[in-house]
C-alpha cells in the first residue's frame, strides 16, 4: 500500500525558511518521480517542483532561485526546502508520486499517489 507523509509545515515570516519532508512507503520509491504540489483556498492545485528519476528537478517559475527540492533514496524521502518565503506562498503542500513516465512534469494530474497534505502560512 502507497503511503505517502509530508511533515515540516508550519507558520513563518515572511522572508523566513521553512524545509518539508515527505517519507514515502510501500512501492521501490526510486522508481519513481516524486513533486511537491501546492493548494491555496480557492484555487487549484499547482506543481511546486519535482525530482525525476535521476535526479533531474523541475521548478515552477515562481518559485525557482528559492525552493530546492531533494531526494534520499535511501531514506525514501522527499524534501524541499523553502528559503525567502513570501505571503503568496502560502497553501496546502501536498507530496505526490508518479509510477509512469510523466510528460508533463508540474501536471497534478500525472501523479496518481498522493499524501494528505502540510499546511505553509507566511505572513507579512
Known amino acids: 500500500q502507497v503511503q505517502l507523509v509530508e511533515s515540516g509545515g508550519g507558520s513563518v515570516q515572511a522572508g523566513g525558511s521553512l524545509r518539508l519532508s515527505c517519507r514515502a512507503s510501500?512501492?521501490?520509491?526510486?522508481?519513481?518521480?516524486m513533486g511537491w504540489f501546492r493548494q491555496a483556498p480557492g484555487k487549484e492545485r499547482e506543481g511546486v517542483a519535482v525530482?525525476?528519476?535521476?535526479?533531474?528537478?523541475s521548478y515552477a517559475d515562481s518559485v525557482k532561485g528559492r525552493f530546492t527540492i531533494s531526494r534520499d533514496n535511501a531514506q525514501n524521502t522527499l524534501y524541499l526546502q523553502m528559503d525567502s518565503l513570501k505571503p503568496e506562498d502560502t497553501a496546502m503542500y501536498f507530496c505526490?508520486?508518479?509510477?509512469?513516465?510523466?510528460?508533463?512534469?508540474?501536471?497534478?494530474?500525472?501523479?496518481?499517489?498522493w499524501g494528505q497534505g502540510t499546511q505553509v502560512t507566511v505572513s507579512s
Open positions: 510501500g512501492f521501490t520509491y526510486s522508481s519513481y518521480c
Open positions: 505526490a508520486a508518479a509510477a509512469d513516465y510523466v510528460s508533463r512534469l508540474l501536471l497534478p494530474g500525472e501523479y496518481g499517489y
Open positions: 525530482i525525476e528519476r535521476d535526479g533531474s528537478a
